[in-house]
C-alpha cells in the first residue's frame, strides 16, 4: 500500500536559519503530493502541493519539488521565522477524492 | 475559497452522553468528507470516508456504531459520538473534497473539534 516516511522531529532552528524537512514517499501510479501545516491548537491547511513529477510546488517561502527518481517530496524555506513554528505533515493522494496517506508529522520550533 | 468548517470547536461532555460534531464546506460542495481523530503529538488517524447520500465506509478497528457518520447533503457531514467515555477524549479533524472547479485532488481541512470526555 501507500506510505509515506518524514524526517523525524522535533526540528529547533534559529530564526533566519535554512529548513529541511525531508519526505519520501512509496505510493503505485503516479500520486500528488502536498505538504500540510498545522498551527498549535488548529486543523490543516494546504502549505503547497505538487501533481506531477518535476513540479515545484511553493508559498509562503516554501518549496518542494516531486522528485519521481527518489520518490520524494522535501520541503525546504531558506530563512524560517518565528511563525513557522508549528507541525508539518507530507501527503500523497493517488486518486480523485480518495482518501490521503499522510506522514507521522514533523514538529518545528524557531527561536528567536 | 475552499472553506470547512467545524461546529463545536470545543466540547466538554459527561461520560454516557452522545456528542454530535459538523462539518461544512462552505464555498464548494463536496461529494467526500473525511473524519479524522489526532492524539497529541501524533499523526492523523483516518476513521471514515464519508459520502453524501450513502453509507460511511470506516477504517479497520474504528466502531461504526460508536462513531455515526451522516452525510445528508453536499455541504454538510456529521459524526456523533455515542455513550462518550473518557477514552474518545481527542481532536477530531474532517476534511472535504470538492466535486469541481479544480479542486479534485486537494482536501480542505477544518479546524478541529476538541472533544474531553470527563
Known amino acids: 500500500g501507500d506510505s509515506v516516511t518524514q524526517m523525524e522531529g522535533p526540528v529547533t532552528l534559529s530564526e533566519e536559519a535554512f529548513l529541511t524537512i525531508n519526505c519520501t514517499y512509496t505510493?503505485?501510479?503516479?500520486?500528488?503530493l502536498f505538504w500540510y501545516v498545522q498551527y498549535p491548537g488548529e486543523g490543516l491547511q494546504l502549505l503547497l502541493k505538487?501533481?506531477?513529477?518535476?513540479d515545484k510546488g511553493s508559498n509562503k517561502g516554501f518549496e518542494a519539488t516531486y522528485r519521481k527518481e527518489t520518490t520524494s517530496f522535501h520541503l525546504e524555506k531558506g530563512s524560517v521565522q518565528v511563525s513557522d513554528s508549528a507541525v508539518y505533515f507530507c501527503?500523497?493522494?493517488?486518486?480523485?477524492?480518495?482518501?490521503?496517506?499522510f506522514g507521522d508529522g514533523t514538529t518545528l520550533t524557531v527561536k528567536p | 475559497g475552499a472553506v470547512v468548517s467545524q461546529h463545536p470547536s470545543w466540547v466538554i461532555c459527561k461520560s454516557g452522553t452522545s456528542v454530535k460534531i459538523e462539518c461544512r464546506s462552505l464555498?464548494?460542495?463536496?461529494?467526500?468528507m473525511f473524519w479524522y481523530r489526532q492524539f497529541p503529538k501524533q499523526s492523523l488517524m483516518l476513521m471514515a470516508t464519508?459520502?453524501?447520500?450513502?453509507?460511511?465506509?470506516?477504517e479497520q478497528g474504528v466502531e461504526k456504531d460508536k462513531f455515526l457518520i451522516n452525510h445528508a447533503s453536499l455541504t454538510l457531514s456529521t459524526l456523533t459520538v455515542t455513550s462518550a467515555h473518557p477514552e474518545d477524549s481527542s481532536f477530531y479533524i474532517c476534511?472535504?473534497?470538492?466535486?469541481?472547479?479544480?479542486?479534485?485532488?486537494?482536501?480542505?481541512f477544518g479546524p478541529g473539534t476538541r472533544l474531553t470526555v470527563l
Open positions: 501527503a500523497l493522494k493517488n486518486t480523485n477524492a480518495g482518501k490521503s496517506t
Open positions: 476534511s472535504a473534497v470538492a466535486t469541481a472547479g479544480g479542486f479534485t485532488d486537494t482536501q480542505y
Open positions: 464519508s459520502n453524501e447520500g450513502s453509507k460511511a465506509t470506516y
Open positions: 464555498d464548494f460542495q463536496a461529494t467526500t
Open positions: 505538487a501533481t506531477k513529477a518535476d
Open positions: 505510493a503505485t501510479g503516479y500520486p500528488s
